[in-house]
């Protein structure tokens, strides 16, 4: 049985009002409504954008400590922002956005040598005075394991930064390797990693580093005789990480320094994780003896997401947003753009900025526009995983049942323009065309072609059928 919101809301505002000054509270939590309470989920309304930003920023740890004593450890915070615009309307518009439901990043303090000598003459026997310096860990708070969605993808690196952020230099997992083409989500598992370290470990220090930021300040160590203080910085990290470490390709002497860097980490149980754009095997121009280190740990890689994996992706994306979108929109952008995750997203801004300049609602119609400008403009072709959407939409027919056994006349008839359609508008081989329409060898789709081909020439109708797939298909209509 659901609790009522606001009574949930007002055991809230008891406990908020004991930790906040009296004009605070006034100004910040009264103006607030409870709207609904479902599954855990609390709903509020807050009179603005700027109001909503401003309990993001200075309230959140208080709120959300607040709705979990009230509603557990699974409960969530969802806020209704009345549109700044629609002051004076009966209804006035607003739209939801999700709490970050985490506080920020926030600098760590480190211990670093410090000279002791005026003159500059260092004793070996006398211990070095310390000093205190702030170190940024550099890492981005949207790139957390709440907006990382999971699927077949990504569900072992996934799962290993898991275990790592749990117990940082405590696995077997270290190094830790996470590796796979552009934009499949190599450098956001990478800062949830972090991230999610700096939530269950406040004190340990966590950077995240390019590696070509790391070859820079090398660079000027050496130019500045300052080689010793770069080392010693780097030893002190609790949590390095470093991404795109297949930059370290070529420069020797940035090789060595990270080798002494790494072993030292490494000795004393401190946490590594890098991210690559292959695996350690088809690493090129890096010492074997880097090679070996990388492998001593874990090397997971991230693949293509599949079909609801894009739709998951999209439809987090526009839950965090707070933009609502027509499903069949988002079906179709997840079926047209299968390559990685970044053009995926990509595809959706452009999308979203298309209908926001010109004033359109979000259609279908709409969709196809922006995605055969935006197909042509990373020239990238039609998926078959799209093409049988399409096919098997046209004629009514679930996609698993196209790929099934079935020798139904109608479902080999789709099967078969399938294939057809693949061969003509995709670059794929007919055994790769034919492995995913149901399993079939290449003899198959050649057969297929063929019978489409001879249809269209006896089959009025069936004419029909090809014409009205191709410009679905071309996206002309």
């Not at 599954?39 to 400590?65: A, C, G, M």
């Not at 552009?182 to 991230?195: F, P, R, W």
Request: contains cysteine.
């Amino acid at each position: 049985m659901e609790r009522n919101p606001e009574k949930v809301w007002e055991a809230c505002l008891n406990y908020i009002k004991d930790n906040i000054t009296p004009q605070n509270f006034k100004t910040w939590f009264l103006p607030i409504r409870p709207l609904k309470l479902r599954d855990n989920v609390l709903t509020i309304q807050v009179p603005s954008k700027f109001f909503y930003e401003w309990l993001e920023e200075h309230y959140l740890p208080l709120i959300r400590s607040a709705i979990t004593r009230e509603l557990g450890e699974n409960a969530k915070l969802v806020y209704s922002i009345i549109m700044e615009n629609t002051y004076g309307n009966q209804n006035p518009a607003s739209i939801n956005l999700p709490s970050n439901q985490r506080s920020p990043v926030k600098e760590q303090k480190v211990n670093i040598p410090a000279e002791i000598s005026a003159h500059g003459v260092k004793n070996p026997f006398v211990i070095p005075g310390l000093r205190k310096v702030h170190v940024d860990s550099q890492l981005n708070p949207n790139y957390n394991f709440d907006n990382y969605i999971e699927g077949d993808f990504n569900r072992l690196a996934r799962s290993a930064g898991f275990a790592v952020a749990k117990k940082p230099g405590g696995t077997s997992f270290n190094p830790l390797l996470i590796y796979g083409g552009t934009g499949l989500g190599k450098t956001h598992l990478a800062n949830a990693v972090g991230i999610e370290i700096k939530e269950n470990y406040p004190d340990k220090i966590v950077l995240y580093v390019r590696c070509d930021t790391f070859a820079q300040q090398f660079y000027e160590s050496t130019r500045n005789n300052s080689t010793n203080d770069f080392v010693h910085f780097y030893r002190m990290i609790d949590v390095l990480i470093i991404d795109d470490i297949h930059n370290l390709a070529g420069k020797i002497k940035t090789q060595d320094v990270f080798f002494e860097i790494f072993n030292h980490l490494h000795q004393n149980n401190k946490q590594i994780i890098l991210t690559s754009d292959r695996s350690p095997v088809d690493l090129q121009g890096i010492e074997q003896r880097l090679l070996s280190r990388f492998k001593w740990g874990l090397s997971a890689d991230l693949q293509m997401p599949d079909l609801e994996s894009r739709i998951a992706i999209l439809e987090s994306k526009l839950y965090k947003d707070g933009i609502e979108m027509p499903r069949d929109v988002v079906e179709y952008l997840a079926y047209s753009i299968n390559t990685n995750i970044r053009e995926l997203e990509g595809a959706l801004i452009s999308l979203l900025a298309q209908a926001s300049l010109n004033k359109k609602q979000i259609t279908i119609d709409l969709a196809r526009q922006m995605i055969d400008k935006f197909v042509k403009n990373i020239t990238r072709e039609l998926s078959i995983d799209y093409i049988q959407k399409v096919v098997c939409d046209y004629f009514d027919l679930p996609i698993d049942v196209m790929k099934s056994k079935t020798r139904k006349r109608e479902v080999v008839q789709a099967r078969q323009l399938s294939m057809y359609f693949a061969k003509m508008l995709t670059k794929n081989s007919l055994a790769s065309i034919g492995a995913q329409c149901g399993n079939k060898d290449h003899a198959t789709v050649l057969h297929a072609c063929k019978t489409v081909a001879n249809l269209m020439d006896t089959d009025k109708k069936f004419k029909g059928y090809v014409e009205d797939l191709k410009k679905k298909l071309t996206l002309n209509n």
